[in-house]
């Protein structure tokens, strides 16, 4: 049973499926509480309208929709707990994907989600403008982490995210979340390796280090490294702070800042 020891109360938490039993309605509350510190550029919202898929005779119905607060992107999410099988994630995100959404229609109806769960007006006519320009991406949220799930969904272009519920035993609640949450990025730069430095990489491109106590934190797959800034003959390089570095030495990176000031690493 995995455990989280709060440092802050100084009490364990319990993971909540080892403790009490709930279901994808639960999972999708809690989401929904916390929404504003999971996805802080985007609107999110309960998205409950039938989605029919090229060659689909029968119909798939989502969770969430995420909206980018700029307005320039969207997201349709799946909610699910890990006691469902693999085929029926695939069977609704593969309509998800490839969906019939009819822009005037599913604009009328956010507009009416938007107002009523994130309290903003937007226009039909933007909203089926943004509907029409672009299809949705598509994001499983599930309640444990499943290898198996992930990979088969990254290789049909949907992204996964884990969100873990714990609870302690005076019903207070703690959440682990990892994995392919959506960023909007502010700075990019490249990385690659120094060619005779092991476990330091070069910054090409400008970016702002925002350091914590002199060092660098950056994500990279669902692993928080931390790297100590410094300058050399005008270039900018990353030393590990650390002792086992996740970059491979012969592959290069891109170095991203997001609007909420984290770092993370991407193959390029």
Known sequence: MARILNIVDARWYDELKAVSYYGETELE???LQHAREL??????????KDVHGSGETTPKRPDLCLIRRDLSSWVIVEVEIEGHSLKHVLD?????????????EVAEYVRGQLKSFCQK?????RLTGLFSAKAPSVMVIVDSENA????ELNRGGVDVCVFEIYKNVRGHYVYRTFGQYPAVVSEEAHCRPHQSMPNVI??????HLKTKRSELEVSF??????WTPFEDNGKKYLRLAGRANPLSPTDSYGLYRDKSNRYFFHRS
């Open 29 to 31: 509350k809690r989401i």
């Open 221 to 226: 797959d669902q692993l928080l490294t931390r």
């Open 148 to 151: 198996g799930w992930l990979e």
């Open 92 to 104: 609704q995100t593969r309509v998800f994907l490839a969906g019939d959404y009819n822009a005037p």
């Open 39 to 48: 996805f802080p550029h985007h609107y999110v919202f309960p998205f409950k």
């Open 121 to 125: 007006t937007v226009s039909v006519k």
């Open 202 to 207: 070069e910054i090409v491109g400008n970016i």
